[in-house]
C-alpha cells in the first residue's frame, strides 16, 4: 500500500519526477565513472608490475652489473624456491627495411630469458612458438614493423650484423612493452625475447646472467633468504626483495582527487535538486497531509511515505545510471590512459565502484530528504486548513552576518582560505542576488516582462538562489581546474628545468668510469659531465612496503644544475648545514612515509637495514617526486661496491642536444639504455596534459547540465505556483510571446546571477590559491578560454533550461488555469 501511495504521488507530477529523476541519474553515473577510473587506474599499475616481475618475490642482483650462471642453478636446490629466471638485457639496433629512421628509432632491447615455460612469465602466445629460435616480438610491434612469424630482421650487434627471424608474436605485455609508433621510438626503445643462451653468443657472455628472479613457496621467507645467501655466497651479489609498490608509476593522487572533487559535486547537485522539488512538493500538498493528520495519520507516518517516494526514486535512478555509468566510465579511462601515450590493456574494475555508487545513490538522496520531510511531518493542522499563512522571517541576519565572518576569513592568506570562500558565498548568495535582481529591475531597458520576471524571482529567491549557486559553483570549479591546467603548459619547461639536473640524462649498460666522463667531455657540443648512482630501497609502512629510488648527489653540481628544489631559500640554507648527515626525501616519498623531518626512516639497502634521518622534504620531476637523495659519500657508506650508471650532461650552446644525442648513439650504440633530452621531457609532459585537461572539461560539462536540470525544475515550480496568475495575464490579453519571454528572462537571471558570481568566485580561488600554494609553477592565471565557455555554456543552458517551464505556461488550458488553487 505504501509503495502504490508513493508511485501515485510521484506520477501526479510525472515532467517534475522525471527531470528529479534525471538528475539523480547523471550525479550516481558521474560518480560510478569516476571511482571506477580511480580503481581501474590503481588495478592497472599493480597488474603491469606484477606482469612485469613476473609476481617474482626476491631478485638476485650483482654490483659488478653481470654474475656467474650457476648461481641460477644454485637456487634451484635451495628448499622453498619454487621457481627460479635467469635474464640479461642488452642494447642493439634492428634493420626493418622502413626508409628515413633516425639512428635512435631503431634501438632495440632485447632479453635473453633461460626459459620461457617459467611461472615467473606471463606470454600469450598469439602466433609461432615460442621455443624455437629467433626473436619474440610483441602484437603491437610485429604490427608496426610489418612483421609476421617465419619473417627475417637484421639485428646490428657490437660483433656486426646479424639475421634472424620471427620466431613468435605475443601480446602486449609490460615485460615488452615499446614504442606505439615510429615517432614515440625516438623516447623509448623496441624490446624483444629470445633464448637466454642465444644472446649469450651474441654479447660474448657465456655462463653469465644479470638477474635471477625467483618465487617463493609458504614457507619462512626470513629462512629461504638466508639459505640462499649462504649457498651463493658471493661478495659481489646480494638479494633485493621485489616490491610492487604501484606510487611508482601511479603517482596521480591529486588528479583522483580533482576527479572526486566533481564527481561529488554532480552528485550534490542532484541531491539539491531532489531537495528544492521534494520541499515544494510538500507545500503544495499540505493540505492533504494535514487532511491525512486529521484522520489519523502520525507524523512517522508521513514521514514514511514521503521517505518512500524518495526510495523509489533513487532505486529507479541508480538502475538507470549504473548501465549508463559503465559507459561513460569506459570513455574517462580510455582517455586518461591514451593521453599518457602508453597502451593499456585494461579491464574495468568495478567492484567499489559499484558498492559506493549504491550506497551514495541511496544515502545521499535520504540525507538531502530529512529537512523537507520532517517539515511535512510537523504542518499544523489548523493553520494549514484555515489557510492562514505561515510568518515568513525577515532577512536572516545572522546568516548575512556569519556569511560576512565566513568571506572574511576567505580572503585571508591561510590554508583554509577557499573553504572559508565557498561557505561565505552559499550563505551570503540570497543576499547577493536579491541585490543584483533588484538592480537589474530598474533598468529601463529590460522591458515590462524583464520586470516581471525580476519580481518573480524575488518571490521565490531561496529556490531560485539555491540553482544559481550551484551554477556558480560548478562554473567556479571550471576555471580553478583550468587555471591550474594552463599554469603548468606554460611553465611546463621552467618546470622541469629546476630538477632535470642538466640538458641530457643518460643511462648506461656498463659502469660509466672516470674515462668515460672524460670521453663525454669530448663530445662536441658538451659543456660538462656528472656521473650519479642510482639504486632501490625498500622501507615499511603500517600496511604495506613501499619502494622508491636512492640517488648520489654531488651538492656542487646540485647548486648549478639541481635535481631538486626547495619550497623556500630560507629552507634550503637551514638544510644545507646538515649536508652530508641524512637523507632529502622527495614531496611523493615524504607525503607516503608520513614522518617529520629530523626522523628517522629505516630503509633496506642490498636486503640489510639501513636507518637514515631524514633532513628535508624537496620538490623534483626525478620518479616524480618519488625518489631520495643522498650526497656522494654517504651514499657510497650506504651502498659500498656499486657504481655510476647514469650521467647528466650540459651543453655549451642552445639546440646542441639533439646533434650530441645522435652522436653518442653512433659512437656508443649498444651500451646506452636510456636518453632524453631535456626538451624531449617537456614535449611529453606538454602532450599528456590537454588529454587529462579534456577529461575535466567533459565533467565539468556534465555538472553544468545536472545545473540546467536543476534551472528546469526550478521554473516549472515556479510556473505551477503562478499558473493562475498567468491565467489572469492571459485573459487579459497577455501574449504568447510575453509569457516566453518573462519565463526566459527569469531562467536567463538565474543563469546569469550563476556566471557572474561563478566568475567572481573563480577569479578569487585562483588568486587565493596562488598565494597559499607553495608551487612556484601555479601563478595567477585567468583562462579566456575557459571563461568564454562558461558564459556561452551558462547563457544557453539557462536558456534551454528556461523553455519548457515557458511552452509548459503558454501551453496550459486557460480555464483550467483560473481554476487553478
Not at 580503481?39 to 597488474?47: F, G, S
Not at 547537485?269 to 502520525?298: C, D, H, P, Q
Not at 560548478?474 to 603548459?489: M, N, P, Q, R, Y
Not at 650552446?653 to 650530441?660: D, P, T, V, Y
Request: net charge negative; charged share 20%.
Amino acid at each position: 500500500m505504501l509503495w502504490q501511495t508513493s508511485w501515485r504521488n510521484l506520477t501526479r507530477k510525472k515532467v517534475r519526477t522525471l527531470l528529479t529523476l534525471l538528475a539523480i541519474i547523471l550525479g550516481v553515473s558521474s560518480m560510478f565513472a569516476v571511482i571506477s577510473t580511480v580503481e581501474t587506474a590503481q588495478d592497472v599499475t599493480t597488474k603491469r608490475l606484477e606482469l612485469y616481475t613476473g609476481n617474482a618475490d626476491y631478485s638476485i642482483l650483482s654490483r659488478e652489473n653481470l654474475f656467474a650462471e650457476d648461481v641460477l642453478a644454485k637456487t634451484k636446490d635451495v628448499d622453498g624456491v619454487k621457481s627460479s629466471l635467469g635474464l640479461i638485457h642488452k642494447q642493439a639496433y634492428v634493420d626493418t627495411g622502413q626508409e628515413g629512421l633516425d639512428q635512435d628509432q631503431r634501438r632495440i632491447r632485447l632479453t635473453g630469458l633461460s626459459s620461457f615455460n617459467s611461472e615467473l612469465l606471463s606470454l600469450t602466445n598469439v602466433d609461432g612458438e615460442l621455443n624455437k629460435e629467433g626473436v619474440i616480438l610483441p602484437k603491437s610491434t610485429a604490427a608496426i614493423w610489418n612483421l609476421s612469424v617465419g619473417d627475417s630482421i637484421d639485428v646490428n650487434l657490437p660483433e656486426g650484423k646479424k639475421q634472424t627471424t620471427v620466431a613468435a608474436i605475443v601480446g602486449d605485455t609490460p615485460l615488452l612493452e615499446g614504442p606505439t609508433s615510429w615517432e614515440d621510438a625516438k623516447n623509448k626503445s623496441w624490446r624483444a625475447l629470445l633464448p637466454l643462451d642465444t644472446l649469450q653468443e651474441w654479447y660474448s657472455l657465456e655462463d653469465q646472467v644479470q638477474e635471477v628472479r625467483m618465487k617463493f613457496d609458504k614457507k619462512s621467507t626470513d629462512q629461504i633468504v638466508s639459505d640462499l645467501e649462504r649457498t651463493i655466497s658471493d661478495d659481489n651479489v646480494y638479494l633485493q626483495e621485489v616490491v610492487l609498490d604501484e606510487k611508482q608509476s601511479n603517482q596521480l593522487e591529486e588528479l583522483y582527487l580533482m576527479l572526486y572533487v566533481i564527481g561529488g559535486l554532480a552528485m550534490f547537485i542532484s541531491a539539491f535538486i531532489l531537495y528544492n522539488t521534494l520541499y515544494v512538493t510538500i507545500v503544495e500538498r499540505k493540505n492533504e497531509i494535514a487532511v491525512m493528520k486529521t484522520i489519523g495519520y502520525t507524523p512517522s507516518q508521513i514521514k514514511k511515505i514521503f521517505l518512500t517516494e524518495v526510495l523509489t526514486l533513487s532505486v529507479m535512478g541508480i538502475l538507470i545510471a549504473l548501465p549508463i555509468g559503465f559507459g561513460l566510465g569506459s570513455l574517462l579511462q580510455t582517455g586518461l590512459f591514451s593521453s599518457f601515450q602508453t597502451d593499456f590493456d585494461f579491464s574495468m574494475k568495478y567492484q567499489w565502484a559499484l558498492l559506493l555508487s549504491i550506497a551514495l545513490g541511496l544515502l545521499i538522496p535520504l540525507v538531502a530528504s530529512l529537512l523537507p520531510v520532517t517539515h511535512a511531518s510537523r504542518l499544523d493542522i489548523i493553520k494549514t486548513l484555515k489557510n492562514i499563512p505561515e510568518s515568513k522571517p525577515k532577512t536572516n541576519k545572522l546568516r548575512v552576518v556569519l556569511g560576512v565572518i565566513m568571506l572574511g576569513f576567505g580572503l585571508i592568506e591561510h590554508a583554509l582560505s577557499i573553504f572559508f570562500l565557498f561557505f561565505g558565498f552559499a550563505l551570503l548568495f540570497p543576499t547577493l542576488m536579491k541585490y543584483t535582481i533588484s538592480s537589474i529591475k530598474r533598468m529601463p531597458l529590460i522591458g515590462f516582462e524583464g520586470k516581471m520576471a525580476c519580481n518573480n524571482l524575488l518571490l521565490t529567491l531561496n529556490r531560485s538562489a539555491n540553482m544559481a549557486l550551484i551554477l556558480a559553483f560548478a562554473i567556479c570549479l571550471g576555471l580553478f581546474v583550468s587555471s591550474i591546467f594552463t599554469s603548468l603548459e606554460n611553465n611546463t619547461k621552467k618546470d622541469i628545468a629546476r630538477s632535470f639536473g642538466g640538458d641530457i640524462q643518460v643511462t648506461t649498460e656498463q659502469e660509466i668510469t672516470e674515462q668515460d666522463v672524460k670521453e663525454l667531455k669530448n663530445v662536441r657540443g658538451v659543456d660538462d659531465v656528472y656521473s650519479y648512482h642510482e639504486t632501490d630501497v625498500t622501507w615499511d609502512t603500517d600496511k604495506t612496503k613501499r619502494q622508491i629510488k636512492m640517488v648520489s648527489v654531488d651538492p656542487e653540481w646540485n647548486e648549478k644544475h639541481p635535481l631538486f628544489y626547495f619550497d623556500t631559500e630560507q629552507e634550503k640554507t637551514s638544510i644545507a648545514f646538515e649536508n652530508g648527515k641524512g637523507v632529502l626525501l622527495g614531496s611523493f616519498a615524504f607525503d607516503e612515509w608520513g614522518g617529520k623531518v629530523g626522523e628517522s626512516i629505516k630503509v633496506r639497502v642490498n636486503n640489510e637495514v639501513q636507518s637514515l634521518k631524514v633532513i628535508g622534504k624537496v620538490n623534483t620531476n626525478h620518479h616524480g617526486g618519488y625518489a631520495a637523495f643522498l650526497e656522494n659519500d654517504r651514499y657510497d657508506m650506504i651502498v659500498p661496491g656499486s657504481q655510476p650508471y647514469h650521467a647528466l650532461l650540459t651543453v655549451s650552446e642552445e639546440g646542441a642536444e639533439n646533434w650530441i644525442k645522435n652522436d653518442l648513439l653512433a659512437t656508443s650504440p649498444f651500451n646506452i639504455l636510456e636518453i632524453q633530452t631535456m626538451r624531449e621531457e617537456v614535449i611529453k609532459q606538454e602532450r599528456a596534459i590537454p588529454g587529462v585537461r579534456a577529461l575535466f572539461n567533459g565533467l565539468l560539462f556534465i555538472t553544468i547540465l545536472v545545473s540546467g536540470i536543476g534551472i528546469v525544475n526550478t521554473l516549472l515550480m515556479n510556473v505551477m505556483e503562478r499558473m493562475r496568475e498567468l491565467g489572469v495575464m492571459r485573459a487579459v490579453a497577455f501574449t504568447s510571446s510575453q509569457i516566453y519571454k518573462t519565463i526566459l528572462t527569469e531562467g536567463l537571471l538565474i543563469g546569469i546571477n550563476g556566471i557572474v558570481f561563478g566568475i567572481i568566485m573563480g577569479v578569487i580561488t585562483i588568486y587565493l590559491n596562488t598565494l597559499t600554494t607553495k608551487d612556484e609553477m601555479i601563478e595567477f592565471t585567468l583562462p579566456f578560454s575557459t571563461l568564454l565557455v562558461s558564459i556561452l555554456m551558462g547563457v544557453i543552458v539557462s536558456l534551454l533550461a528556461a523553455y519548457l517551464p515557458a511552452r509548459k505556461a503558454v501551453k496550459y488550458d486557460l480555464q483550467q488555469a483560473l481554476k487553478h488553487e
